[in-house]
């Protein structure tokens, strides 16, 4: 099967392939037997029906086009081998000659991956903060334990701070009753701040069964950031007793048997969580600093269907938490203050993620990267948890949807990844190099003796595996400000944008010869 490439510009092609018939005959058999398992021709048998009546009755044109349709992805796959172009995107297929008995011509134009050279990572140096969990880190943790083994005491006196209150809420506007702003049996704490505006002032000072009445505006559902009146009723005062900070506290929630060895175990988690946090600032700070010494320019259409489903995406998360751009800004960590600003930031994520898949794509099939069976094990268990579905249910998806390719892809985009952090230099900010190869996936590092006894996975890659995974259609909505995420935070994460596509089933045949 001879195929020709030309250049049509810096990032696009145009692929020539031509079919013998001898090669097309076994999709012309295949089209037949499924057409006849599809029609029914009086006189003969579903699925016996012969070729010459198929040919009669419904006409030769649809037997070829369906059996072209059936070649053509294997065909075009081949001639990308072939001529050793990396598609970055849907073909754009137009069948251009149809010689019956004889050849098909057809011509793929596609979005290749550019080329560039990869730096040298090992001359790249970065510098990330060192690891300290200060004592107010592990005093709140302590306070958390604390505030789970409280014991709560209903009281007759008068609501005061840090009193637990069981509440009913009632909105109104203009006399008329807010369906949306109603609310009963709710448990607050009091001065937490967490609710609404106003709630603290209102709650303090009543017993249950008293009522008082507030102006707040309103901060979820269909009705967020609206004015509202709010009735709020007390039902239950409840007093909080938190535990003394003891060794007999600490035998009661941990597996320690005193205060000392609590507060040292607290103290080695959020180390360890900070380790993990150090690691995927490194391999940011790494992948950015590669991709600013390389000029990658992506192709036009690649960049725009991408900006699209960005954008729609983002439309998505925010529709199903129910704000606009300007109440998500409101609540959010962004840096940026207004809509046309914030598009453009998603806008900038989005390009980076791209430049970001394309580097490390490169560097893989550089490197020869490959993927173990175990490898993909793995990560259809770590699917499986993140989605809440079982390992069964998860590799049966994978399966109908085709989804292996962007597995084996996401790995090593991994693999490449975690190759790239452990070339390059990384110290912390006290000038400590840094050894993340060693970092366990639970932030603990792994003994030296240990690691050559036994040598695992790489680390880093096990670390970083969030950083090439595809992301899941069921997207977490904009974060409020308490949950410190930005929206459509993209980064190598994202959507796989360099994969081998199946071509589009386009079979408009110019016929030089039809039959």
């Excluded at 098909?104 to 080329?115: C, H, L, Q």
């Excluded at 309103?218 to 009705?223: D, H, M, R, S, Y």
């Excluded at 991408?306 to 439309?315: F, G, H, M, S």
């Excluded at 930031?345 to 173990?372: F, H, P």
Aim: proline share 5%; net charge negative.
């Amino acid at each position: 099967m001879p195929s020709s490439l030309e250049k049509l510009s810096t990032n696009r092609v145009k692929l020539t392939i031509e079919m013998p018939f001898d090669e097309l005959k076994p999709s012309l058999d295949k089209a037949y037997k499924d057409i006849a398992n599809q029609v029914n021709v009086p006189g003969f048998r579903k699925g016996k029906v012969p070729a010459p009546v198929i040919d009669q009755r419904f006409g030769r044109g649809v037997v070829l086009q369906e059996a072209i349709n059936d070649a053509l992805p294997a065909a075009y796959g081949k001639a990308i081998e072939e001529n050793t172009v990396v598609p970055l995107g849907q073909p754009e297929i137009e069948v251009t000659k149809l010689e019956d008995g004889e050849v098909v011509e057809f011509t793929a134009e596609v979005d290749v991956r550019p080329d560039f050279d990869l730096p040298d990572v090992s001359a790249i140096s970065v510098e990330v903060p060192a690891v300290e969990v200060p004592d107010e880190d592990v005093d709140e943790r302590v306070e958390t334990l604390r505030q789970r083994f409280a014991t709560n005491t209903e009281v007759e006196r008068a609501a005061a701070k840090d009193d637990l209150v069981t509440i009913d809420l009632a909105g109104t506007r203009d006399g008329e009753a807010l369906e949306d702003a109603t609310a009963s049996g709710v448990t607050y704490k009091v001065g937490s701040e967490g609710m609404l505006e106003g709630l603290d002032e209102a709650v303090t000072g009543l017993k249950a069964g008293e009522s008082a009445e507030f102006h707040s505006t309103l901060v979820g559902g269909p009705l967020r950031g609206q004015d509202a009146d709010i009735k709020v009723t007390v039902t239950k005062v409840c007093e909080q007793e938190l535990p003394a900070v003891d060794d007999d506290f600490a035998q009661l929630v941990s597996q320690f048997d005193t205060v000392d060895e609590m507060r040292a175990d607290l103290r080695t988690a959020l180390e360890n969580m900070a380790r993990l946090d150090q690691a995927a600032d490194a391999r940011d700070k790494v992948l950015e600093e590669v991709i600013s010494k390389i000029d990658i320019e992506l192709p036009t259409n690649l960049i725009d269907s991408e900006l699209e489903a960005r954008r729609q995406q983002v439309n998505q998360q925010l529709a199903q938490a129910g704000m606009t751009v300007e109440e998500y800004l409101e609540d959010s960590e962004e840096e940026v203050d207004n809509a046309d600003d914030f598009w453009a930031e998603i806008e900038k994520r989005s390009l980076d993620a791209l430049k970001a898949q394309i580097v490390l794509d490169k560097m893989a099939d550089d490197d020869e990267i490959g993927v173990e069976q175990n490898e993909l094990t793995e990560l259809l268990f770590r699917k499986a948890q993140q989605n809440g579905t079982s390992p069964e249910e998860e590799a049966q998806h994978m399966m109908q949807h085709n989804h292996l390719p962007d597995w084996m892809q996401e790995i090593r985009r991994g693999k490449a990844l975690a190759s790239m952090v452990g070339a390059a230099t990384v110290t912390d900010s006290k000038g400590n190099a840094l050894e993340l190869d060693r970092i366990q996936p639970d932030g603990t590092i792994a003994d030296k003796q240990a690691e050559e006894d036994a040598p695992a996975e790489d680390s880093v890659e096990k670390v970083d595996s969030k950083a090439t995974e595809e992301p899941k259609a069921e997207q977490k909505a904009p974060a409020k400000k308490a949950t410190t995420k930005k929206v459509a935070d993209v980064k190598s994460d994202d959507k796989p944008a360099a994969k081998k596509p199946a071509p589009k089933k386009k079979t408009a045949a110019k016929d030089d010869k039809s039959k």
